[in-house]
C-alpha cells in the first residue's frame, strides 16, 4: 500500500522547534526524491525541502535555510523535518511527498507539481 502520514506537529512559541515525521510505505526511499511542503491559509502550496536520498542532495526554499533540515532513516521508512527558530510566519500545514515518476534521481525539485503522493498534512503553529 502506497501511503505517506505525517506528525509532529503542534502549536510551538517563536524561537522554538519541532520536528515533524514523515512515515511511508510501499516506497524505498533510497530511490525516488522526498519533499516537505507547506500551506498556509489563502495562499498556495510552496515546497520548503527535498532530498533525493540515492545522492544525499538536499535542496531548501530561501526562506528556511539554515532553520529546517531534512533527513531521512531508510531502514525504517521515515522522513523528517527538523524546524528550529520558528518564526510565525512558519504557521502552515506541512505535507510530506513523494516524486514516483523518477527513479533513482540524482537531484530534487520543490515545485509541489512534480510530486504525485501526498500525506494528509500535520498542523504547525507559531505563537506566543
Known amino acids: 500500500q502506497l501511503q505517506l502520514v505525517e506528525s509532529g506537529g503542534g502549536l510551538v512559541q517563536p524561537g522554538g522547534s519541532l520536528r515533524l515525521s514523515c512515515a511511508v510505505s510501499g516506497f524505498n526511499l533510497d530511490y525516488y526524491a522526498i519533499g516537505w511542503f507547506r500551506q498556509a491559509p489563502g495562499k498556495e502550496r510552496e515546497g520548503i525541502s527535498c532530498i533525493a536520498n540515492n545522492e544525499g542532495s538536499t535542496y531548501y526554499t530561501d526562506s528556511v535555510k539554515g532553520r529546517f533540515t531534512i533527513s531521512t532513516d531508510s531502514a525504517n521508512n521515515m522522513v523528517y523535518l527538523h524546524m528550529n527558530n520558528l518564526i510565525p510566519d512558519d504557521t502552515a500545514v506541512y505535507f510530506c511527498?513523494?516524486?514516483?515518476?523518477?527513479?533513482?534521481?540524482?537531484?530534487?525539485?520543490?515545485?509541489?507539481?512534480?510530486?504525485?503522493?501526498w500525506g494528509q498534512g500535520t498542523q504547525v503553529t507559531v505563537s506566543s
Open positions: 511527498a513523494i516524486d514516483s515518476q523518477r527513479v533513482r534521481v540524482r537531484f530534487c525539485l520543490l515545485a509541489p507539481s512534480h510530486y504525485d503522493y
